[in-house]
């Protein structure tokens, strides 16, 4: 199986572009388990807005990869050099598909795909249905792409992307598609970044122009993630009880018993943490002290951004895309994965400053 | 010591939306168990929400007949909770942003009218139900309910009496039955409430401790429940017999007493945060006007109305106004017989007195208007009195059939030929002598017998008004 937790036998004609889904993307009448114990034997309901378009494209659907338990390890990475093993990108080095579908809401994926010189192509939030995805944090949650080359990423994204009335957070038109290439385009590099860039990528951006910026906040991009990644996820999980579907403990003598076994049994130790950091974040005494103060902070981060004085912001990880709900492309480079952030719809932008490379 | 009760309520109507709050399932109460239900409202993971936009047009209506301001931006929360009725382990409410708040309501009591304040309405989803089974000592489940439209009406601590609280809901039940947000029937559960209730001395600005009330599910068993908690406070603050805590409890309307659920120390934290499912949604003008256009009538101002310019008696306006149906029915009729009193009367004398002998509560009663109005043109231009009307009425409402080829088949139109009705004169007399003789000898009494007997013998065809006056012609001669 390798880094498949489920492979179909399909056919798939030469030439056809294969993708493979992260454990958390819908197949109708297939096993789908985001990963964790709760929901082993758990059989999709409904298929993915984003697999039925594919499918109408003709592009195959070779199986789903594993994945860390609601994709939630990548918030505990101590070190920032430190990558999760993430099967959907493993099965795009090893060629086993040519594109990933992947839900990057840590954007630990990104990295990971960037370690093994892959692009991870995450669209604006709200371009792309979660019709099908199981939800862990539902202000980042989006469907994006682990690829081979901005191109072929770039294919798949215009195809799963698009209104969906079944997604209740969706961007209802199409957005403006951004800088259409008149002059240079500006890189804004916030502090530090520079150095970053000339080491290693530089050559990207050699048709750009360079821009230093101070971004408000953008010291604790990563803190404000977890507090809210955590209380979202709490929220999110809670549905994994028991009672209803999924896994239930064999044995318990009453009401509170079945949830705390169950759950205990069930869920792993990164999302038992994480459920309970969501916990403390929400509960009464703190919830202004951290949950709001967090989504306070996360709203002046997103009006500092000023995307008229650049078109585009280098970053050395993805957590300002995703808390800012932002198109956002992590690239590999000699320092590490590099996250290029754009205006929200505005993919080409991305795009064009990254095919010049 | 004087003691002076008070009292706020929170009151929850399932709103009367086809369907749920997040899905296409059906919200209709009365299904099989667990009929209506699909992956998204089971809480199962994958399935994005999306907002029924029919549950905050009803809300907005709710907020319109409560004289509430609507809010320019509303947004939903997250409330946090374990318990088997409910699917997703949160319960979508709106804790932040409510789409209405600072609404009124004036009520009428004995001592005359008060004013309730209301601090806000909200919209949240419903819990599934909770089945006991005694036989397999198990408990079951039905998500029917579950994510079914609710609003949740908030009254500041205004009630002072019981009255005031079955006033207020029963005033309540009507501005929101008629508006459309819901059927507001207890017995059903679309309308519950719960009351919160703590005791003080007259005069004090301080309020007591209080206990909120649940579980009482017809406006007798709120009167008795607030009875039996205000008398308990007061016991216990006169006599110290028991403490007083801040505590949910549960009405028992059987045994009559209430009985601790739990205490403020062991409520759950609920962990509100905003959704970040549903998008924040902006309510503007416009949509606030869509929805007030589409408001009936409310059922005072229609009352002021039938007492006032048409002229009908408090008694029968309110018992049409009481029901949006008989409204209907009423305004119906009166758009072909444009005469309200005579309408009135016969919903009033004839069609409810049909309705309820078949058990058809108001709400139900299904006629055809348009043969209603008929029926009572028929009397009207005295094709047929109003006796035979009466039956042809029951025919009306139980089989539908059209009262003028009802009436012109069976011959039923009204006798007023003078030849015909003496000859029945002449033979009534002649039968019954000693009634005659009687009321020659002053009895008046007597008289309607005669005239009873005259209709029996025209088959109840004769025109009740030249009967009267040949009979007296010939009684008196």
Redesign the interface.
């Known amino acids: 199986m390798g880094h498949f937790v489920n492979k179909y036998n399909v056919d798939c004609p030469k030439g056809a572009v294969r993708v493979i889904l992260d454990g958390s993307i819908?197949h109708k009448g297939q096993p789908?388990t985001?990963g964790s114990k709760m929901?082993e034997g758990f059989i999709?309901?409904?298929t993915?807005t984003a697999v039925t378009k594919l499918e109408k494209a003709d592009i195959v659907i070779v199986g789903s990869a594993k994945m860390d338990e609601f994709g939630v390890r990548g918030l505990f990475l101590t070190d920032k050099h430190d990558t999760i093993v993430c099967e959907a990108v493993e099965a795009i080095a090893s060629g086993a598909a040519d594109v990933a579908l992947c839900n990057d809401y840590t954007g630990a994926i990104g990295a990971a795909a960037a370690a093994q010189n892959l692009f991870y192509m995450h669209p604006t939030y709200g371009s792309v249905?979660?019709?099908?995805?199981?939800?862990a944090?539902?202000?980042m949650d989006q469907i994006g792409v682990v690829c081979k080359s901005i191109e072929a990423g770039a294919h798949i994204l215009s195809i799963i992307s698009g209104f969906d009335?079944?997604?209740?957070?969706m961007l209802c038109k199409d957005q403006p598609t951004g800088a259409s290439g008149a002059g240079k385009l500006r890189v804004g590099m916030p502090h530090g970044m520079g150095e970053m860039v000339s080491q290693s990528v530089s050559a990207i951006f050699d048709s750009c122009d360079t821009v230093e910026i101070a971004l408000e906040h953008f010291d604790v991009c990563e803190q404000v993630m977890h507090i809210l990644c955590c209380?979202?996820l709490?929220?999110s999980?809670?549905?994994y009880?028991g009672?209803?579907?999924g896994f239930r403990a064999e044995k318990y003598s009453d009401?509170e018993a079945l949830?705390k076994k169950s759950r205990t049994e069930a869920l792993g130790a990164d999302v038992k943490f994480a459920a309970i950091v969501g916990?403390m974040v929400?509960?009464?005494g703190n919830?202004s002290k951290y949950?709001d103060h967090a989504?306070r902070i996360r709203r002046r981060m997103k009006n500092a951004l000023d995307f008229q004085e650049y078109d585009a912001v280098l970053a050395p990880n993805a957590h300002l895309a995703r808390l800012c709900g932002l198109p956002a492309v992590t690239m590999p480079s000699d320092a590490g994965a590099l996250t290029l952030i754009a205006n929200a719809g505005c993919e080409e932008t991305l795009y064009s400053i990254l095919r010049k490379s | 010591m004087n003691y002076e009760i008070v009292m706020g309520l929170e009151v929850h109507v399932e709103l009367s939306t086809e369907s749920k709050l997040f899905c296409s399932c059906s919200a209709k109460f009365g299904a099989e168990p667990n009929e209506n239900v699909c992956?998204a409202c089971?809480?199962?993971?994958?399935?994005?929400?999306?907002?029924n936009k029919k549950a905050i047009d009803l809300a907005i209506a709710a907020g319109l007949v409560t004289n509430c301001e609507i809010s320019p931006v509303i947004a939903f929360d997250?409330k946090?909770y374990?318990y088997?009725d409910l699917?997703?382990?949160?319960q979508v409410t709106q804790l932040f942003a409510p789409i209405c708040t600072n609404g009124w309501i004036d009520i009428e009591t004995e001592m005359g009218s008060k004013h309730i304040t209301l601090k806000q309405i909200h919209i949240e989803e419903d819990a599934g139900k909770l089945v006991h089974d005694a036989r397999t000592r198990s408990t079951l489940?039905d998500f029917n309910r579950a994510s079914v439209p609710l609003i949740e009406i908030v009254s500041n601590p205004d009630f002072r009496t019981a009255e005031e609280v079955t006033e207020y809901l029963d005033k309540l039940r009507s501005l929101l039955s008629f508006a459309g947000v819901s059927d507001c029937k207890m017995q059903e559960g679309s309308m519950r409430c719960d009351v919160n209730i703590s005791v003080r001395e007259v005069g004090s600005d301080i309020l007591g401790t209080r206990t909120e009330i649940k579980n009482m599910n017809s406006l007798k068993a709120i009167a008795r429940a607030i009875e039996y908690e205000s008398q308990r406070h007061i016991n216990a603050l006169e006599t110290g017999c028991e403490e007083l805590v801040q505590e949910t409890r549960r009405w028992d309307d059987d045994i009559g007493m209430s009985f601790s659920m739990r205490e403020k120390a062991q409520e759950a934290?609920y962990?509100?945060?905003?959704n970040?499912?549903?998008?924040p949604i902006h309510i503007d003008t416009s949509w606030i006007d869509s929805i007030e256009r589409t408001l009936p009538e409310p059922a005072h101002v229609r009352f002021e109305r039938m007492t006032g310019v048409l002229g009908l008696p408090e008694y029968d306006s309110g018992i049409i106004t009481g029901s949006l149906n008989l409204c209907r029915i009423f305004d119906e009729v009166l758009e072909v017989i444009n005469k309200p009193k005579e309408v009135v009367n016969w919903i009033m004398g004839d069609l409810l007195s049909i309705t309820k002998a078949s058990g058809v509560g108001d709400d139900d009663i299904d006629i055809d208007c348009k043969k209603f109005a008929q029926l009572i043109g028929l009397v009207d231009n005295k094709t047929i009195n109003r006796a035979v009307g009466k039956k042809v009425l029951v025919k009306v409402f139980e089989e539908g059939i059209d009262p003028e080829a009802y009436v012109k088949e069976n011959a039923l139109g009204m006798v007023s030929d003078t030849g015909f009705l003496e000859a029945a004169i002449a033979e009534v007399i002649k039968e019954n002598e000693k009634s005659v003789s009687e009321y020659r000898a002053g009895s008046q009494k007597v008289f309607g017998f005669i005239v009873g007997q005259v209709m029996k013998k025209t088959a109840g065809k004769a025109d009740p008004q030249t009967v009267n006056a040949l009979l007296r012609a010939k009684l008196d001669a």
């Open positions: 819908m789908v985001a929901l999709s309901p409904i993915a249905s979660r019709y099908g995805l199981i939800s944090v539902p202000s009335e079944q997604d209740g957070v209380a979202e709490s929220a999980i809670s549905r009880d009672i209803k579907f009401l949830y916990a929400l509960s009464e919830y949950y989504m | 992956p089971a809480g199962m993971p994958g399935l994005p929400v999306r907002i997250k946090n374990f088997p699917p997703t382990g949160y489940v934290d962990r509100y945060f905003p970040p499912e549903i998008l």
